[in-house]
């Protein structure tokens, strides 16, 4: 016990002693003079210069402390001070003091403020100091440590509490940083052997933004291995660095990064290798987009490789895996001349599965390209890669496209494209394509769309921004219903009013242009051909009016085969038309060059073309046939053509305008008909020219056989919209009760005859009651070999004459004229045959009411037969011995009321008396009248004689004598003569001349 404490108590002595020793020598010999005599010259011989210094303290303890000392900067760079500081602490050795030698281990400096420059020309301002130290070491060596007072074998630097300033005048815009408290420690330093590097700092715009960065660096070899890690680093604090290479300025973000960056100085070859987070991005792209409000990015993270080859000035990325909105993305390639301006960047991206729907959900709307603003995408991308390639800085100072490359290709599959507007005809693209900047390069693209598919070929130019295509579209449509279920109704309104019946097919190669999402603004051309495409028209109503008026559409049966003849939807009124044939079509013009339309009883050849088909049809079409039934296609033109809610419920509605005249379809053409039939109606070789121009239907130069024999000939228009017509229609030989029969066939059974005549006939209205009060003819006609029975008009004039079958007229001609006025039927005409003739004069109402007068003429041998008759009109005959009887009708057509005229009769009776009493009168006066001029005669004629004889003349007395004389005679009815000899020659000239 008391051994130790000695040893205790001398150790304690020994090292007062060595303390006393100690500050003896310094206060002797390390003063604060002498240190600054030996540290500043060194100092600032080794650096190149100046430095300052405030004080210098001597603890025995602490070492030696240094107040206020400031390191000059490079004069290039500026007058502020490269190293200022609060507290430099030199740390010594002990022993060496005693041989006068200060060698300095260790050096700590506290509260530094350092600045880094970097000048226009990529310089650092520490770079005369780093050439200074390499010049230095490659000079002479230096004398022996022994023979030096101030010795600096630094093993150890410290920095605590730091500032350190970055600026960077090579950056666009100028750029600075300022990192604080910065805390660096530098171990084992040598100029041989590797030593040990720590640094961590706080990084700006973020409070827990850090840096730290820990490892060894061989000066021998130029060699290191340090481990970097950034925490919450705003991305804004870099953007003089990345703010030209991208179109986007950094309002925050939070980048994490773990790194190793290990370097070979021997190989001049240096690898970085880590991990990457970032998160929390706001970015304004205001050259990209047309907002300037912050733009929210989404969140990426992953790995990388990247080695560097200085000698060659070579940057190789070796790998970045990462993962954007749970999308794994790799990258690779290179970029050499790294260092200069003249880079030259190659890289490639690739992706083997990579979710459309995830990727546009995760791509704000703002940075979205222009072309899928309004589209909705979907699907994968199962094998994406990508490359660009850039040559120079780039950005505003040289133009884009020549300085990048972009490109590309892409195995698409499943891919949806939903534009909302269309959002039924949303492809579905399976196949692949080529990209670049400005355009999409389609090899082969199938796009699935309703009932089809589509082999899809050709570009698509800028679809960034405002994209136009050019594409190819070859197809075979298996489903055209399905198609049509999907067409939006403003793609063509008219589409609205037909259905279509599954079944079509149609082949389809075409080209399209424009803009592709704006459809209606496309630009396409190309040819079809059609199969069995069946549609119906949507307005049944019209059809049942058109069966229930003579039509039997429900009769036709589905014949097997060509298709000619299809069957009747289910309710046996709609029909169901086929089509089948080619056509060629811009968006302009759609040209028919032959397409068959096949009814359940008609087939028609279609050949022309329809310009503005998609709004308002203008229509240029010659139409043949072989065989139709019209009443089949009036009843579906009406249909398709017919205004109802359901078009309203499928097309948007528009406003009247004053130029809505110009929106109706307009038409024209040529048809010819081989066989045609209208009701029961039986036509051969119609020929027609037509035009529909406002609503207004024209026909011209319509010419048509009926039943091969009588031939058809008219002109006239139709009103569509107020439904007023006129026609001109020339008649010649045409069955009466076969026209009845397609007409009026509740007549049919009534006439019968060859019709031949002219008809002018104007009207208006849908509704029979307006049609019948607004219908205007007049014409003249004739009927041959004519047979009117069944009648009770008949049957009413037999009862009241019987004397022949009135029941059934069989006559020879029938001739008169006909009109037509305010609903009642004018007739004034005549039927002839051998044994009688009627001659009907008055009105038929076209409600059947009857008010007419019939003169009934009946032939001597007819009314022989009938001996109550003839003496009950004995006395009513003409001039050729034919009983004429007077009859009135009235009533109905149905229920007619007939009386013989009596006051008719009278009216003959009286009229026959008086010409037969002037008959009588007449006959009589010429009798007197020549029996007093020829006893005249002869009386004149003696006494002319007799004057000329006596040469003398007679007087006045003996002329009057004579005159009474024939007078008396006569009775005296002679009339006076002249009294001279002359005038009485004269006189009887006259009368002898006159008898001649």
């Known amino acids: 016990m008391k051994r130790g404490i000695k040893v205790a108590v001398f150790s304690l002595t020994a090292l007062a002693v060595l303390l006393v020793a100690l500050s003896i020598v310094i206060k002797i010999w390390l003063t604060s003079d002498r240190v600054k005599e030996l540290v500043l010259p060194y100092a600032e011989k080794a650096l190149g210069r100046k430095i300052s210094i405030e004080d210098v303290k001597i603890n025995i303890f602490t070492g030696i402390e240094i107040s206020k000392v400031s390191i000059q900067d490079n004069p290039e760079f500026g007058e502020r001070a490269f190293l200022s500081a609060d507290e430099f602490v030199l740390k010594y050795a002990f022993w060496p003091l005693f041989k006068r030698k200060l060698i300095i281990h260790r050096v700590r400096v506290i509260r530094p403020q350092i600045l880094i420059s970097i000048n226009e020309q990529k310089a650092f301002n520490f770079s005369d100091i780093l ?86 660096v061989d000066p021998g070899s130029a060699a290191f291995d340090f481990q970097v890690k950034v925490d919450s680093l705003d991305l804004k604090i870099l953007s003089a660095y990345y703010g030209q290479a991208i179109p986007m300025s950094v309002l925050s973000s939070r980048l994490d990064l773990t790194s190793r960056i290990v370097a070979v100085g021997a190989e001049n070859k240096a690898q970085v290798e880590g991990t990457i987070s970032l998160d929390d991005l706001k970015v304004i792209a205001p050259r990209i987009t047309s907002t300037s409000e912050p733009i929210k990015m989404p969140a990426l993270a992953g790995d990388y490789l990247i080695k560097a080859d200085m000698s060659q000035h070579l940057l190789r990325v070796e790998r970045i895996n990462l993962m954007v909105a749970q999308i794994p993305t790799q990258i690779n390639g290179q970029i050499a001349n790294f260092t200069t301006p003249d880079r030259t960047v190659d890289l490639r991206l690739s992706a083997s599965d990579v979710d459309l729907g995830k990727l546009m959900a995760a791509v704000p709307l703002a940075l979205r390209p222009k072309a899928l603003e309004k589209i909705a995408v979907s699907g994968r991308v199962v094998d994406l890669q990508a490359g660009l390639r850039r040559r120079g800085e780039g950005g505003e100072h040289q133009a884009q496209a020549n300085s990048t490359a972009f490109f590309g290709q892409a195995k698409l599959s499943g891919v949806k494209l939903l ?277 207004i239907l024209r026909w011209q130069n319509l010419r048509a056989e009926v039943f091969g024999q009588g031939v058809i000939a008219a002109d006239g228009m139709l009103d569509v919209d107020k439904t007023a017509y006129s026609s001109t229609v020339s008649l010649k030989s045409i069955s009466v009760h076969e026209l009845l029969l397609a007409l009026a066939p509740k007549y049919a059974p009534i006439f019968s005859g060859k019709f031949t005549g002219r008809i002018d006939l104007a009207g208006e209205g849908k509704e029979k009651e307006k049609i019948q009060q607004n219908l205007n003819l007049t014409g003249n006609f004739e009927l041959a070999e004519g047979k009117v029975q069944n009648t009770e008009l008949g049957k009413a004039l037999f009862s009241l004459l019987p004397v022949a079958n009135w029941e059934e007229l069989i006559f020879k001609t029938m001739k008169g004229k006909v009109a037509v006025e305010k609903g009642k039927i004018h007739l004034d005409s005549d039927l002839v045959r051998e044994d009688y003739v009627l001659e009907p004069r008055g009105t038929i109402g076209l409600d059947s009411s009857l008010s007419m007068e019939i003169m009934v003429r009946i032939s001597p041998r007819i009314l022989q037969t009938n001996k109550m008759l003839l003496s009950q009109y004995l006395n009513l005959t003409d001039e050729r011995g034919w009983t004429v009887i007077p009859v009135k009708a009235g009533g109905t057509l149905m229920r007619p009321a007939l009386k013989v005229d009596l006051a008719a009769i009278s009216r003959g009776m009286q009229e026959k008396v008086r010409k037969e009493l002037e008959e009588m009168v007449r006959k009589e006066e010429e009798k007197v009248k020549e029996k007093l001029e020829e006893k005249l005669k002869e009386k004149l004629q003696k006494q002319f004689l007799d004057r000329l004889l006596e040469k003398g003349g007679q007087d006045k007395d003996g002329q009057g004598e004579a005159l009474k004389e024939v007078q008396k005679e006569d009775g005296g009815s002679a009339k006076p003569r002249p009294s001279s000899v002359e005038d009485v020659l004269k006189d009887t000239l006259k009368g002898f001349l006159k008898r001649r």
């Open 131 to 216: 050439a200074k130290i390499k010049a230095e070491s490659t000079e002479s060596k230096e004398p022996e440590p022994s023979e030096q007072a101030f010795i600096p074998l630094i093993s150890e630097v410290e920095i605590r509490d730091g500032e350190l300033t970055f600026i960077d005048q090579s950056a666009h815009p100028a750029s600075s940083l300022l990192l604080k408290k910065v805390n660096f420690t530098a171990e084992d330093i040598s100029l041989t052997n590797p030593l040990t590097l720590s640094l961590s700092a706080e990084l700006p715009g973020r409070e827990e933004s850090r840096l730290e960065v820990s490892g060894q």
């Open 419 to 695: 534009y909302q507007p269309y959002a039924s005809l949303s492809p579905r693209l399976d196949g692949s394509v080529r990209f670049d900047l400005r355009s999409v390069q389609i090899p082969r693209l199938v796009a699935t769309l309703p009932g089809f598919q589509a082999i899809l070929s050709g570009s698509v130019f800028d679809y960034l921004h405002k994209p136009a295509m050019n594409i190819k579209v070859e197809s075979q449509i298996q489903d055209l219903a399905r198609l049509y279920q999907a067409m939006p109704a403003d793609l063509s309104p008219w589409l609205s009013k037909v259905e279509l019946e599954q079944g079509g097919a149609a082949t389809i190669v075409a080209t399209v242009s424009g803009n592709p999402t704006e459809l209606s603004t496309l630009h396409y051309q190309g040819e079809a051909a059609w199969q069995k495409v069946r549609i119906k028209p949507k307005e049944a109503s019209v059809l049942k009016q058109a069966a229930g008026g003579g039509g039997s559409l429900a009769s036709a049966k589905d014949t097997a085969g060509s298709g000619s003849r299809i069957k009747q939807s289910a309710d046996g009124l709609c029909p169901i038309l086929q089509l089948d044939g080619r056509t060629r079509f811009t968006e302009q013009e759609l040209a028919i060059d032959n397409v068959n339309i096949s009814l359940p009883k008609s087939d028609l050849s279609l050949k022309g073309k329809i310009a503005n088909y998609r709004k308002t049809p203008i229509v240029h079409m010659d139409v043949a046939s072989r065989q139709v039934s019209l009443d089949e296609v009036l009843a579906s033109a009406q249909a398709l053509t017919q205004k109802g809610e359901v078009v309203a419920e499928k097309a948007p509605q528009k406003s009247p305008s004053a130029d809505s005249a110009g929106e109706k379809i307009s038409a024209s053409g040529k048809v010819h008909l081989a066989r045609a039939s209208y009701k029961s109606l039986a036509l051969h070789n119609v020929d027609l020219a037509y035009s529909l121009q406002n609503d």
